[in-house]
């Protein structure tokens, strides 16, 4: 088969003025893909008339400066000015503390003590497997039955544990799910802690713990979807891809998908594993939904826009588009983006005073609506002056396609100006790709999801994930399936040991 080289002989002017940008955008989006730095942060390029007004203002003198020299003594009464402490953060008080006393090599016998010198110094030691005995004392009772007597063996039930006849407690078994999901750390690896600590557990054998739990969890995580999709008014989403072992695919990996669905106001986060990229994994999730939907401009979304549901995007993609806009037309690009700023300097104003809903409505309605109408007609003006195919004029066509959507975040108080606490919520699948690798099977990538959710939402509510998921594995297998509300990490209040019993060490 012999290569035909693309020829250029036939096409117009016009034509290859759009080929030479193409190519030229795509190179430049090549070097900063492999060269650049990541982060897009933006600072408008240093101007002399940036912060000029305009104003012709005469220079006012300044007063002539009298330096006076002042002398003095001080006497051995005057007190003296105590500096202010410098040295180390005191550590917590609340950290257990190990007291080494250290007497003087002198003989001390007689003498009288005037206080103590203490020094401290933060220690770590690793964390020791233990192991956990219940022991129940069996009473003999005389019964008399049908007038013969004989005696009844009276003996206390086990507590429900997460995993019958497990020989994992429930600590363990949060353990284990902590390392993989927030700290990433594959099952392989610690099984090879494990071995350190003297204890030998097959993969296998802690991979079926993990499956079990799962199963426990899921009535648990199935409330938790109820709160997120039936009784919030406001969802960002977004979604990443997994992969997935699939037996159907020999030497290769399945790609999947986790949609990511967070309740801003309610402070949850959920995760839901779908096959593919299509739209039935949003059709099954939020067929009861009705409020704002927020997306990143996915065309998958757009089916979802009704009398019930308002679309809106997200600001921090269209500023993404004028970011790499910069190396093909750095001047409109730029003032796109000192105009997108200037609506994010008001975010920041109402987050940093702390403003409630209607206050932070009341401020976009003054301050960022002049900002999106000005934006909106600088854009229509400076489009037909563009190429449309150059990277800045498809940024502004993004944006213009858009941008009703991307104003509606102005109409209510508690909508966000982009998606990026969904996007945050992401973060720990990135992470975890890169360690983990793929999920075993579909079913395994579903149970991915759901701990994600638990996991996503603790860190939102400032929950300590390891002490929530011991709790919560120790109480759901008694606990009544019409208060499991309470066990989620945003309600969640831990209990106290039954008074039956006595931990002895």
């Given at each position: 088969?012999?290569?035909?080289?693309?020829?250029?002989?036939?096409?117009?002017r016009?034509?290859?003025?759009?080929?030479?940008?193409?190519?030229?955008?795509?190179?430049e989006?090549?070097?900063?893909?492999?060269?650049?730095?990541?982060?897009?942060?933006?600072?408008?390029?240093?101007?002399?008339?940036?912060?000029a007004?305009?104003?012709?203002?005469?220079?006012?003198?300044?007063?002539?400066?009298?330096?006076?020299?002042?002398?003095?003594?001080?006497t051995?009464?005057?007190?003296?000015?105590?500096?202010?402490?410098?040295?180390?953060?005191?550590?917590?008080?609340?950290?257990?503390?190990?007291?080494?006393?250290?007497?003087?090599?002198?003989?001390?016998?007689?003498?009288?003590?005037?206080?103590?010198?203490?020094?401290?110094?933060?220690?770590?030691?690793?964390?020791?497997?233990?192991?956990?005995?219940?022991?129940?004392?069996?009473?003999?009772?005389?019964?008399?039955?049908?007038?013969?007597?004989?005696?009844?063996?009276?003996?206390?039930?086990?507590?429900?544990?997460?995993?019958?006849?497990?020989?994992?407690?429930?600590?363990?078994?949060?353990?284990?799910?902590?390392?993989?999901?927030?700290?990433?750390?594959?099952?392989?690896?610690?099984?090879?802690?494990?071995?350190?600590?003297?204890?030998?557990?097959?993969?296998?054998?802690?991979?079926?713990?993990?499956?079990?739990?799962?199963?426990?969890?899921?009535?648990?995580?199935?409330?938790?979807?109820?709160?997120?999709?039936?009784?919030?008014?406001?969802?960002?989403?977004?979604?990443?891809?997994?992969?997935?072992?699939?037996?159907?695919?020999?030497?290769?990996?399945?790609?999947?998908?986790?949609?990511?669905?967070?309740?801003?106001?309610?402070?949850?986060?959920?995760?839901?594993?779908?096959?593919?990229?299509?739209?039935?994994?949003?059709?099954?999730?939020?067929?009861?939904?009705k409020?704002?939907?927020?997306?990143?401009?996915?065309?998958?979304?757009?089916?979802?826009?009704?009398?019930?549901?308002?679309?809106?995007?997200?600001?921090?993609?269209a500023?993404r588009?004028?970011?790499?806009?910069?190396?093909?037309?750095?001047?409109?690009?730029?003032?796109?983006?000192?105009?997108?700023?200037?609506?994010?300097?008001?975010?920041?104003?109402?987050?940093?005073?702390?403003?409630?809903h209607?206050?932070?409505?009341?401020?976009?309605?003054r301050?960022?609506?002049?900002?999106?109408?000005?934006?909106?007609?600088?854009m229509?003006?400076?489009?037909?002056?563009v190429?449309?195919?150059?990277?800045?004029?498809?940024?502004m066509?993004?944006?213009?396609?858009?941008?009703?959507?991307?104003?509606?975040?102005?109409?209510?108080?508690?909508?966000?100006?982009?998606?990026?606490?969904?996007?945050?919520?992401?973060?720990?699948?990135?992470?975890?790709?890169?360690?983990?690798l793929?999920?075993?099977?579909?079913?395994?990538?579903?149970?991915?999801?759901?701990?994600?959710?638990f996991?996503?939402?603790?860190?939102?509510?400032?929950?300590?994930?390891?002490?929530?998921?011991?709790?919560?594995?120790?109480?759901?297998?008694?606990?009544?399936?019409?208060?499991?509300?309470?066990?989620?990490?945003?309600?969640?209040?831990?209990?106290?040991?039954?008074?039956?019993?006595?931990?002895l060490?």
């Amino acid at each position: 088969m012999i290569a035909t080289e693309t020829t250029y002989e036939n096409l117009s002017r016009e034509e290859l003025i759009f080929t030479v940008v193409k190519f030229q955008n795509e190179l430049e989006q090549l070097k900063r893909l492999v060269f650049g730095s990541k982060q897009e942060r933006f600072i408008p390029s240093a101007s002399p008339d940036q912060l000029a007004l305009g104003l012709s203002v005469e220079p006012i003198a300044q007063p002539e400066i009298t330096i006076q020299n002042i002398e003095y003594t001080r006497t051995l009464q005057e007190p003296v000015k105590k500096s202010l402490p410098t040295g180390r953060t005191k550590l917590p008080l609340d950290l257990p503390r190990e007291r080494v006393v250290i007497e003087p090599t002198e003989d001390v016998t007689g003498l009288k003590s005037i206080g103590e010198e203490i020094t401290e110094e933060l220690d770590y030691t690793p964390g020791k497997f233990f192991v956990r005995q219940y022991v129940r004392t069996k009473y003999v009772k005389p019964v008399l039955e049908n007038g013969v007597a004989e005696t009844k063996i009276i003996i206390a039930s086990l507590p429900a544990r997460p995993i019958d006849k497990c020989i994992a407690g429930a600590a363990l078994l949060a353990y284990i799910i902590i390392n993989k999901y927030i700290d990433h750390l594959p099952v392989y690896r610690q099984v090879q802690r494990f071995v350190r600590e003297g204890i030998k557990l097959p993969a296998s054998t802690i991979t079926g713990w993990l499956s079990q739990v799962c199963a426990l969890l899921e009535v648990l995580y199935v409330e938790h979807c109820k709160l997120v999709f039936n009784d919030s008014d406001y969802i960002q989403g977004d979604e990443t891809y997994i992969k997935v072992l699939d037996k159907n695919k020999k030497g290769t990996t399945h790609q999947g998908y986790l949609w990511v669905y967070r309740a801003p106001v309610k402070n949850l986060v959920v995760f839901d594993y779908q096959p593919g990229r299509s739209g039935e994994g949003p059709r099954k999730c939020l067929k009861d939904f009705k409020g704002h939907l927020q997306s990143d401009g996915y065309e998958v979304y757009n089916a979802f826009t009704s009398k019930t549901v308002t679309l809106l995007c997200c600001m921090a993609h269209a500023r993404r588009k004028f970011d790499e806009a910069l190396s093909n037309d750095k001047q409109r690009a730029e003032y796109a983006l000192t105009e997108i700023q200037k609506l994010y300097a008001i975010e920041r104003k109402a987050k940093d005073e702390n403003y409630t809903h209607q206050q932070r409505y009341e401020l976009r309605q003054r301050e960022a609506t002049p900002i999106l109408k000005a934006l909106e007609q600088w854009m229509i003006n400076e489009y037909p002056s563009v190429l449309p195919k150059s990277t800045i004029g498809m940024a502004m066509q993004y944006s213009l396609q858009r941008w009703e959507k991307l104003s509606i975040y102005i109409t209510d108080g508690k909508l966000e100006i982009d998606n990026n606490l969904v996007e945050n919520s992401i973060r720990p699948v990135a992470l975890g790709r890169k360690n983990y690798l793929f999920a075993g099977s579909h079913r395994a990538a579903q149970n991915v999801a759901m701990l994600y959710s638990f996991m996503g939402t603790c860190k939102i509510n400032n929950v300590n994930p390891y002490e929530w998921l011991t709790d919560v594995l120790n109480r759901i297998p008694s606990h009544p399936v019409n208060k499991l509300e309470e066990l989620l990490s945003h309600k969640w209040k831990p209990v106290t040991s039954p008074n039956n019993t006595k931990i002895l060490t």
